[in-house]
């Protein structure tokens, strides 16, 4: 027989309580005509597609939606393997891929001034389409995104993907009067910011009870999941991981990523100083920093390269061809990962 004492602090226990980013319920996998994965090529993305075959979710029902971040003119910040890794990732699975871009990429818009955003090219199963660009303000940037959670100023998250990815639904009448699924691979472990999001939720491009019928919904299936959840997923398909991870990041951000920690700096310095110098070149220019008080050789000098960031893995993550295998024949844990995860929050 429980005591008042225990009574009382059974009374109060919020273990069983439902979980209120969670009001939404869960997704009805079978209900939707498309499921769409938003896939950066990192392994919250991947653990999001295996885990929807897992699921049963039907190969020929899932689209992979990447979003080029320096688009097609451009190579500043992003892995240049990463577009060739992702297309044969999608050949190794047998499953749909999609490009799209800012045009002129994340550079172009960081050059802005008094002008409007560029637009968006979208692919299509029809080809490649135009979306924006021809409203708005004239505005000026003129510096790199501020390194911060909030979206309005570390506008290379909410330019680069999040509003392209709402322009990939919106753009295209075969997402309308149909029941669509999109999927993104945040983790609540990843940061306090985004432990608060919902796992399921309507997506904001959903207008469902619209005249146009779009039935769009957002699920975050790894959101609860750790990173040793993440390797396992892997592990049980043995997918290779993007070569970033094999040079010892422990997360597939840009290779120039603003959050990137003074160790991550120095990798990249190592490895692509070409490229490294036109980061500091920009600094110079901008009389901005991207980190305040300090500029990249500086932070770059507080770091240690990895030992994994050999000559020859460097070669494969700064190639725009990638050849190896997707599927291992023995699966090997990269020695990016449990490593450092700096990256967007």
Not at 261 to 266: G, R
Not at 281 to 288: G, I, V
């Given at each position: 027989m429980q005591t008042l004492q225990e009574n009382q602090i059974n009374l109060f226990n919020l273990d069983d309580a439902p979980d209120p980013r969670d009001r939404y319920g869960s997704p009805d996998l079978a209900s939707y005509g498309t499921v769409i994965v938003f896939f950066s090529a990192g392994k919250d993305s991947i653990a999001c597609v295996l885990h929807l075959l897992e699921m049963g979710v039907p190969a020929s029902?899932?689209?992979?939606?990447?979003?080029?971040?320096?688009?097609?003119?451009?190579?500043?910040?992003?892995?240049?393997?990463?577009?060739?890794?992702?297309r044969a990732f999608a050949k190794a699975l047998g499953l749909k891929l999609f490009f799209s871009f800012k045009e002129g990429g994340l550079e172009g818009e960081m050059l802005?001034?008094?002008?409007?955003?560029?637009?968006?090219?979208?692919?299509?199963?029809?080809?490649?389409?135009?979306?924006?660009?021809?409203?708005?303000?004239?505005?000026?940037?003129?510096?790199?995104?501020?390194?911060?959670?909030?979206?309005?100023?570390?506008?290379?998250?909410?330019?680069?993907?999040?509003?392209?990815?709402?322009?990939v639904i919106t753009s295209q009448t075969r997402f309308c009067n149909s029941r669509t699924l999109v999927l993104t691979g945040e983790r609540a472990q990843e940061s306090k910011n985004r432990a608060k999001y919902l796992s399921f939720e309507p997506?904001?491009?959903?207008?469902?009870?619209?005249?146009?019928?779009?039935?769009?919904?957002?699920?975050?299936?790894?959101?609860?999941w750790d990173e040793k959840q993440v390797w396992e997923i892997m592990e049980?398909?043995?997918?290779?991981?993007?070569?970033?991870?094999?040079?010892?990041?422990?997360?597939?951000?840009?290779?120039?990523?603003?959050?990137?920690?003074?160790?991550?700096?120095?990798?990249?310095?190592?490895?692509?100083?070409v490229r490294f110098?036109?980061?500091?070149?920009?600094?110079?220019?901008?009389?901005?920093?991207?980190?305040?008080?300090?500029?990249?050789?500086?932070?770059?000098?507080?770091g240690t390269p990895y030992p994994a960031a050999t000559p020859e893995r460097a070669a494969v993550a700064l190639s725009r061809e990638y050849n190896l295998p997707i599927i291992m024949?023995?699966?090997?844990?990269?020695?990016?990962?449990?490593?450092?995860?700096?990256?967007?929050t």
């Open positions: 029902k899932i689209e992979l939606h990447h979003h080029e971040v320096d688009g097609r003119t451009s190579d500043l910040f992003d892995w240049p393997v990463t577009s060739a890794y992702t802005r001034e008094n002008a409007l955003t560029k637009p968006a090219w979208i692919e299509t199963p029809d080809g490649l389409i135009k979306s924006g660009g021809t409203t708005g303000k004239l505005s000026t940037r003129r510096k790199f995104p501020a390194v911060t959670a909030a979206l309005g100023s570390r506008w290379c998250s909410s330019y680069g993907k999040i509003d392209i990815g709402c322009k997506h904001r491009t959903d207008r469902r009870a619209g005249r146009l019928g779009r039935h769009v919904d957002h699920w975050r299936p790894v959101h609860a049980r398909h043995s997918v290779r991981a993007h070569p970033a991870y094999e040079l010892g990041f422990g997360r597939c951000s840009c290779q120039f990523c603003i959050f990137g920690s003074a160790s991550q700096w120095a990798t990249v310095r190592q490895i692509d100083p110098q036109r980061i500091a070149d920009y600094e110079t220019e901008f009389a901005y920093t991207i980190r305040n008080g300090i500029n990249v050789n500086e932070l770059a000098d507080k024949d023995t699966w090997e844990m990269p020695a990016g990962a449990f490593g450092e995860s700096d990256g967007p």
